[in-house]
């Protein structure tokens, strides 16, 4: 296990963040991390790289615990934050160099991992210039550039595409998995469900300080299994409308986002629905019936969306 | 030392506020010099019983540097503390007499305070009553090879010994020296600032996920903070010193120490400000409404002594007052000693300052 929380609880005064949260990672995975804002995500990742205290519990990284060798764990660590934090006043070698030396490099050895961190990313080309005249995309990979100039073996990603265009957004995703194929163990913190979804091999879904599921896509999507999606567009709906087919037997569960409304059932219930819609003047655009996607787990299991909470 | 370099780089590309720290205090130690060119004399009171050739050539000799009004003996008290004049120098019937017979022939001398410019007559008056006694022995009472002494001693000595002891030089390093105290007090606004970047940017928490601790980070971010000082400080000695030619008293190293010193305070000040403010916005404003009524209530731009007394008593709590009463007393020829007490003062400031931001910033960090 590169990865072993046991019984964590951390507690900001009344408030608990992580609630007797237990967890393993083994080495070599692309762990994803889901959760709504306030789940626990964040805390958990700053417990895991020592900047906050915990209350009670045991965290080991590399088989150590934190408490007792931090530094040592640290440089095996990379971060990639959720903000771009790199200055614009330096080049982008300069800032690679900065993290390269925070890890502990010099040398040639810090002159070979900056070339290739910067390689990696496809900036080398660009390496003098400054990132205020860098894209969305470029920023992000330069963010990624400075986690993993020491080659860590484990790699945390929080939300590392948020606001980027499509292609940048592929290049970070096969970046992440040509890491994993070399050897380093990562963490993916996302509220792109399909990017989890696509690269991940264990995903957790935490929520009010808690794992409430755990598991490969496969096995999280077995959780529930037989139930069926709806998905309907309408001109307008109103509240008692959305309130009425809660009432209508098997829907666990209803999102509605935009004009779209889209019911969790645990059997088919698209008659019902129909007629009720139609029995309340609702103009029906489009239907579309799905078999549950991992957002669709998301939903049923948590009881929130995550993608509005995100933006 | 990874932070130390990167911070260096940085400076640099802060063209704007190094200039600004330097430049700053030079335009107003030139208008300081320029405009004292021509220095306004002050009043004092020459009050002569003896009447003689020696007492008229005195006054003729200390009419460069004061104006001397006519005041009456009973009226010299409350001319002193009314502040018309600045110095009384009262001459007793038959003090020459006295002093040609090699006896005891002194005048009489009142000021209210030891103000630069009282203590440049005093000592003018000592040298010259001392080397008028130095004649009188050797010309043993002999009157007129008394007088050719004298008027030798002031052809070769007189002129010369009062330039030298004129306070103007003083008075112009001591306020030039107010503008560099306050040029220093900026470094707190570029302190603060990058400090507050690195907070803003969320570096701060990404390099606490490097193996640095938030003391290392600390430390050296405040030894660059440091380093910058330093230049700052050795710059402005220079300028004041050679190009400016300003007296500052008999010890450059003294001056230093001293403005090293509150340097730190100006540092330590200013990672406090970072640990409160939540934007570099923020922190840039605080610094300015800071720094410059500090500057004022401590003297950099005017003697605090012509502040109403309540307000030079906020002052004893202000750094700034205590950097410049250090610089002044070596300037006016103090050794180092004499601003241990100031120095310490400055130092506490600076210890108080950074355990509080320190304490702050752990508390963030948690």
């Not at chain 1, 755990?214 to 709806?230: H, N």
């Not at chain 1, 957002?295 to 969306?305: K, M, P, Q, S």
């Not at chain 2, 400076?11 to 130690?29: C, D, E, G, V, W």
Request: net charge positive; with cysteine; charged share 20%.
């Amino acid at each position: 296990m590169i990865i072993d929380v046991s019984n964590l609880v951390k507690r900001y005064n009344d408030f608990l963040a992580i609630d007797h949260m237990s967890l393993q990672i083994k080495d070599g995975e692309i762990f994803g991390l889901l959760g709504p804002n306030g789940a626990g995500k964040t805390t958990l990742t700053k417990t895991l790289l020592g900047l906050c205290k915990y209350d009670s519990g045991s965290i080991k990284l590399f088989g150590s615990e934190l408490i007792e060798s931090e530094k040592k764990i640290k440089e095996r660590i990379g971060l990639v934050p959720q903000d771009i934090a790199i200055y614009d006043e330096l080049t982008a070698i300069e800032n690679v160099q900065l993290f390269g030396k925070l890890y502990g490099l010099s040398g040639s050895q810090l002159k070979a991992g900056v070339k290739e961190a910067l390689e990696f990313t496809g900036l080398y080309k660009l390496k003098d210039k400054s990132p205020s005249q860098f894209s969305g995309g470029m920023k992000r990979r330069l963010n990624i550039a400075c986690a993993i100039v020491h080659k860590p073996d484990l790699l945390i990603m929080d939300e590392p595409t948020v606001g980027i265009d499509p292609q940048s957004r592929n290049y970070i995703l096969e970046s992440v998995n040509k890491l994993n194929k070399q050897g380093c163990t990562i963490i993916y913190i996302s509220h792109y469900m399909e990017e989890v979804a696509a690269i991940c091999s264990q995903i957790a879904i935490v929520d009010k300080g808690r794992i409430i599921a755990q598991g490969t896509k496969e096995e999280l999507a077995k959780l529930i299994e037989g139930d069926q999606v709806l998905l309907i567009t309408v001109q307008s709906v109103d509240f008692s409308t959305i309130e009425k087919l809660e009432k209508v037997p098997m829907v666990k569960d209803i999102t509605l986002n935009h004009n779209q409304i889209r019911i969790i059932s645990s059997d088919s219930v698209i008659n019902q629905v129909m007629n009720l819609l139609i029995s309340n003047d609702v103009q029906i655009n489009k239907i579309v019936t799905n078999s549950p996607s991992l957002e669709d787990v998301f939903l049923t299991l948590t009881g929130r969306a995550l993608r509005e909470e995100s933006n | 030392m990874a932070v130390f370099a990167n911070n260096l780089k940085r400076f640099l590309k802060h063209k704007f506020s190094l200039i600004f720290m330097i430049a700053f205090p030079i335009i107003f130690i030139a208008i300081q010099f320029s405009s004292s060119s021509n220095p306004i004399k002050p009043d004092a009171a020459f009050i002569d019983y003896d009447q003689t050739p020696f007492t008229h050539s005195l006054k003729k000799a200390l009419q460069n540097k004061v104006n001397f009004i006519d005041v009456n003996k009973k009226s010299i008290q409350n001319k002193l503390i009314s502040g018309d004049i600045i110095y009384a120098i009262v001459i007793n019937k038959g003090m020459t007499e006295s002093l040609i017979k090699n006896q005891d022939g002194h005048i009489l001398t009142y000021h209210t305070q030891e103000s630069n410019l009282s203590s440049g007559i005093k000592t003018f008056l000592k040298s010259y009553m001392d080397n008028a006694q130095v004649i009188a022995k050797s010309t043993e009472g002999d009157k007129s090879a008394f007088y050719q002494g004298i008027e030798k001693y002031q052809q070769s000595h007189s002129l010369l010994s009062l330039e030298k002891i004129s306070t103007k030089g003083l008075n112009n390093s001591v306020n030039s020296i107010g503008f560099v105290i306050y040029g220093l007090f900026l470094i707190m606004n570029i302190t603060s600032k990058l400090i507050i970047e690195d907070k803003e940017k969320g570096l701060f928490t990404r390099f606490l996920t490097t193996p640095m601790t938030l003391k290392n980070y600390n430390f050296q971010n405040i030894l660059s903070y440091f380093l910058l000082g330093n230049i700052q400080v050795i710059l402005l000695i220079i300028i004041l010193r050679y190009s400016f030619h300003a007296d500052l008293g008999p010890s450059l190293l003294n001056i230093y120490l001293v403005l090293i010193v509150f340097s730190v305070v100006s540092i330590s000040i200013g990672t406090l400000i970072s640990s409160f403010c939540k934007s570099s916005k923020q922190a840039n404003s605080l610094s300015l409404l800071i720094s410059t009524p500090v500057a004022m209530l401590g003297g950099c731009f005017w003697p605090i002594e012509i502040m109403p007394r309540f307000l030079q008593k906020i002052g004893d709590f202000l750094p700034t007052t205590w950097g410049i009463s250090a610089v002044r007393k070596l300037i006016y020829g103090n050794d180092f000693n004499h601003v241990i007490l100031d120095v310490s003062i400055l130092l506490a400031f600076a210890i108080v300052f950074f355990l509080l931001s320190s304490w702050r910033r752990q508390d963030i960090a948690q």
